[in-house]
Antibody
Framework: QLQLQESGPGLVKPSETLSLTCTVSGGSMTNYYWSWIRQPPGKGLEWIGYIYDNGNTNYNPSLRSRVTMSVDTSKNHFSLTLTSVTAADTAVYFC????????????WGQGALVTVAS | DIQMTQSPSSLAASVGDRVTITCQAS??????LNWYQQKPGKAPKVLIYDASNLVTGVPSRFSGSGSGTDFTFTISSLQPEDVATYYC????????FGQGTRLEIK
């Protein structure tokens, strides 16, 4: 069974860079899209962007200027960096496989809470 | 941007009740809509794809309908384990989610 696990610092200072990694196990990364989705505490879901196994990316226009994603299929992981963070970037960050069939996200990590505070 | 508006934002119903949630898109998205269930502290789980298709293994009491801009998600007979927040998600143009509907047992 495919499993995804987010890792990275849980606390980031304002104006600094948030970095997270998602490790994929139980399946191949090849021929799939891999996304980051976030959820501020008590709020809804926001798609941040995706990366394909060849490194092609597509980002949410609202975050495009601050987001970079990378992938290393040999190590079975992909990563997110978000620069110049503010308190508004405090959220649970999920990694997910997708979009896949019918634009859905079928496999998700458990989520990692990242708090932006000094 | 395509905006997705769900209603209601929360509701409480009794076990066995029929529950309906609506989702409206800010522009025509054909049937390019999915529905998710998120239980507290967990990741979302996709239940319905392409507006009305049930994901394999999802109980048949869940259903979806609609096309264009107006969509409906229904639980035919509410069970205690259905307590969750439900989200619609469009994929006609990138990916956006509704704001969620929190469902509780009365």
């Amino acid at each position: 069974q495919l499993q995804l696990q987010e890792s990275g610092p849980g606390l980031v200072k304002p104006s600094e860079t948030l970095s997270l990694t998602c490790t994929v196990s139980g399946g191949s990364m090849t021929n799939y899209y891999w996304s980051w989705i976030r959820q501020p505490p008590g709020k809804g879901l926001e798609w941040i962007g995706y990366i394909y196994d060849n490194g092609n990316t597509n980002y949410n226009p609202s975050l495009r200027s601050r987001v970079t994603m990378s992938v290393d299929t040999s190590k079975n992981h992909f990563s997110l960096t978000l620069t110049s963070v503010t308190a508004a970037d405090t959220a649970v960050y999920f990694c997910a496989r997708g979009p896949y069939v019918s634009g859905s996200f079928a496999f998700w990590g458990q989520g990692a809470l990242v708090t932006v505070a000094s | 941007d395509i905006q997705m508006t769900q209603s209601p934002s929360s509701l409480a119903a009794s076990v066995g009740d029929r529950v309906t949630i609506t989702c409206q898109a800010s522009q025509d998205i054909n049937i390019l809509l999915n529905w998710y269930q998120q239980k507290p502290g967990k990741a979302p789980k996709v239940l319905i794809y392409d507006a009305s298709n049930l994901v394999t293994g999802v109980p048949s009491r869940f259903s979806g309908s609609g096309s264009g801009t107006d969509f409906t998600f229904t639980i035919s007979s509410l069970q205690p384990e259905d307590v969750a927040t439900y989200y619609c998600q469009q994929y006609n143009n990138l990916y956006t989610f509704g704001q969620g509907t929190r469902l509780e047992i009365k």
